[in-house]
C-alpha cells in the first residue's frame, strides 16, 4: 500500500495585469480636474466678500475681495510653514479664479470693484512668475512659492487693473503690475530679514557666509544665460542649508505692502 501524498490542484495562474495607463500618472489628472471646481469656490468666495462689504461699509474702496486673495496667501503660507510646499489645490485655483474675474470684467459683468480685465491677470500671473524664475533656478524657493506669487498676480492684475480700482475710491492709483512687483519687493525685504535670524540662531558664520557667496555666483550664472550649469551648482548645494518657507515672506510682505498703500498712504 502506497504511503505516497495525494497530489493537490494548484490554483491558476493569473496573468500579470496589464498596464493600461499609458504612461499617464491618473491621481494628478484627477487632482488636475477638481481645480476648476476649487477655482469657482474661491471665485464665489470673492463675490460674496464684496457683496458683504458692501452691506457693512458701503463708503471708500471696496476691498472685499484682498480679504479674500489674503485669505488665500496666509492659508498657503501657513502649510508652506507646517509642510515645506504649497499644494496644488491652493495654488492653481488661485490662479484660474483671478484670470475668471478678470474675465468677468472684461465682459462687463459687475461681480466685484475690480477693474482688470483677462489680459491684466494673465500678465500678473506672468509677472510673479518672473520675479521669482531666478530663485528657482538655483533653488532658493520652491515651485509651490512661484506658484503662490502667480494666484496672487492674477488677482491683483483682475482687481487693481490700470489703477482705476483704487482712483475712482478717492485713493491713491495702484497698477496691478506695480502691487505684484512692491509685493514682491516687501517679501524678499521680509525674507532676508527672516534669513538674517535664522543665521543668528545657528551662528554658523562661516559656512553661511560661503553660501551666500555661491547663490551669487549662482544668479550671476543665471545672468548670463548659464541656467543649467547654476541650477546643477544649486542641487548640489542643497544638502548644506536649511531650507525655508518662502511663502510665509512672500504673505508677509505682501499683507505689509497692502496695510502700506491702502491703510497709511491711503
Known amino acids: 500500500m502506497s504511503n505516497a501524498a495525494p497530489v493537490l490542484p494548484q490554483p491558476p495562474v493569473t496573468a500579470p495585469a496589464t498596464d493600461d495607463s499609458l504612461g499617464i500618472d491618473r491621481a494628478f489628472v484627477l487632482q488636475m480636474a477638481r481645480m476648476p471646481l ?67 470684467h472684461d465682459f462687463n459683468v459687475h461681480v466685484d470693484a475690480g477693474t482688470g480685465g483677462f489680459a491684466l491677470a494673465v500678465l500678473g500671473t506672468m509677472l510673479g512668475f518672473v520675479l521669482l524664475l531666478p530663485m528657482l533656478a538655483i533653488g532658493g524657493v520652491g515651485a509651490g512659492d512661484v506658484k503662490m506669487q502667480m494666484g496672487f498676480g492674477a488677482w491683483a492684475g483682475a482687481y487693481f487693473g490700470v489703477g482705476a480700482t483704487t482712483a475712482d475710491a478717492g485713493g491713491a492709483a495702484l497698477h496691478g503690475m506695480g502691487v505684484v512687483f512692491w509685493a514682491f519687493c516687501f517679501g524678499a525685504i521680509v525674507g532676508g530679514a527672516f534669513g538674517l535670524v535664522i543665521i543668528l540662531i545657528r551662528r554658523q558664520f562661516g559656512q553661511n557666509a560661503g553660501i551666500v557667496r555661491e547663490i551669487m555666483s549662482d544668479l550671476q550664472m543665471f545672468g548670463t544665460g548659464q541656467v543649467s550649469a547654476a541650477s546643477k551648482r544649486a542641487h548640489d548645494r542643497r544638502s548644506r542649508w536649511t531650507k525655508l518657507p518662502y511663502g510665509i515672506p512672500l504673505c508677509v510682505g505682501f499683507l505689509l505692502y497692502l496695510g502700506y498703500m491702502l491703510i497709511l498712504v491711503g
Open 38 to 104: 476649487f477655482a469657482l469656490l474661491w471665485l464665489g468666495a470673492a463675490i460674496a466678500s464684496h457683496q458683504i462689504w458692501a452691506a457693512l461699509w458701503p463708503e471708500g474702496l471696496n476691498a472685499g475681495p484682498l480679504v479674500v486673495i489674503s485669505f488665500g496667501m496666509i492659508l498657503a503660507a501657513f502649510i508652506d510653514g507646517w509642510a515645506l510646499k504649497v499644494p496644488n489645490w491652493i495654488t492653481f485655483p488661485l490662479v484660474l479664479s483671478g484670470w475668471a474675474l478678470g474675465a468677468l
